[in-house]
């Protein structure tokens, strides 16, 4: 799956938007299949939140007519919908740009039920207008922060009679990281901090735990 979450920004940077809209349906799609498999104990990661937000951020940074503000909007909603229900389990809080995005992209989408539905849960949440956006610009700095975890084996030693069985069962290990957070200084526009948007090693070793317990 995080191949074509890769694979996604690649081609976003490369300017080919459409192609990293296809890689972000991949992702989407591939974690749809893999949970269609079990018909109990499905896995927690069910769903990307990150890759849906990016792939309304494409949309929206593609084209800026209603119908391409409806269809982020989708996205969006999607991603804000997944980090309340399932990223809560990874430690992943809801970023705030999360619900501006999705409020503006309702607003331009004219979808006035959703401002209202998402202005009850978040009242001191506000947004830039398209409009300003399309003034001002935008920057998008993703900090890829430390390594994601490695696998190994854990054995576990049983006596049955005279004999010893070894049992070898995978674990996932967290490696430490030296960065804790960045910072992006714009001359004229102000700074901001980076903030958790995709914990993988949480992600690996939940999505490890689901897989053991279907053993």
Same mark, same amino acid.
């Given at each position: 799956?995080?191949?074509?979450?890769?694979?996604?920004?690649?081609?976003?940077?490369?300017?080919?938007?459409?192609?990293?809209?296809?890689?972000?349906?991949?992702?989407?799609?591939?974690? #749809?299949?893999?949970?269609?498999?079990?018909?109990?104990?499905?896995?927690?990661?069910?769903?990307?939140?990150?890759?849906?937000?990016?792939?309304?951020?494409?949309?929206?940074?593609?084209?800026? &007519?209603?119908?391409?503000?409806?269809?982020?909007?989708?996205?969006?909603?999607?991603?804000?919908?997944?980090?309340?229900?399932?990223?809560?389990?990874?430690?992943?809080?809801? !970023?705030?740009?999360?619900?501006?995005?999705?409020?503006?992209?309702?607003?331009?989408?004219?979808?006035?039920?959703?401002?209202?539905?998402?202005?009850?849960?978040?009242? &001191?949440?506000?947004? !830039?207008?398209?409009?300003?956006?399309?003034?001002?610009?935008?920057?998008?700095?993703?900090?890829?922060?430390?390594?994601?975890?490695?696998?190994?084996?854990?054995?576990?030693?049983?006596?049955?009679? #005279?004999?010893?069985?070894?049992?070898?069962? !995978?674990?996932?290990?967290?490696?430490?990281?030296?960065?804790?957070?960045?910072?992006?200084?714009?001359?004229?526009?102000?700074?901001?901090?980076?903030?958790?948007?995709? &914990?993988?090693?949480?992600?690996?070793?939940?999505?490890?735990?689901?897989?053991?317990?279907?053993?």
């Amino acid at each position: 799956v995080l191949v074509h979450v890769y694979k996604a920004l690649n081609y976003s940077l490369l300017g080919d938007f459409e192609a990293a809209r296809v890689e972000s349906r991949i992702v989407s799609d591939k974690l #749809e299949l893999y949970n269609s498999k079990y018909e109990e104990k499905k896995n927690t990661y069910k769903d990307d939140a990150f890759i849906r937000w990016f792939a309304g951020w494409l949309q929206e940074s593609d084209y800026a &007519d209603v119908q391409s503000a409806n269809y982020a909007k989708l996205e969006y909603q999607k991603a804000y919908e997944v980090y309340k229900d399932q990223y809560a389990g990874y430690k992943t809080t809801l !970023p705030t740009f999360v619900i501006q995005d999705l409020l503006r992209s309702a607003e331009t989408a004219e979808l006035l039920d959703t401002i209202e539905e998402i202005k009850k849960a978040h009242a &001191d949440v506000t947004w !830039p207008k398209t409009a300003e956006l399309a003034k001002q610009g935008e920057l998008l700095f993703i900090h890829q922060n430390g390594e994601s975890p490695y696998k190994r084996d854990k054995i576990i030693k049983h006596k049955v009679k #005279e004999d010893e069985i070894m049992i070898a069962f !995978p674990e996932f290990v967290r490696k430490s990281h030296a960065i804790k957070t960045s910072s992006v200084s714009v001359q004229g526009a102000g700074s901001a901090d980076t903030i958790l948007v995709e &914990d993988i090693t949480a992600i690996a070793l939940q999505n490890l735990k689901d897989r053991m317990g279907r053993i």
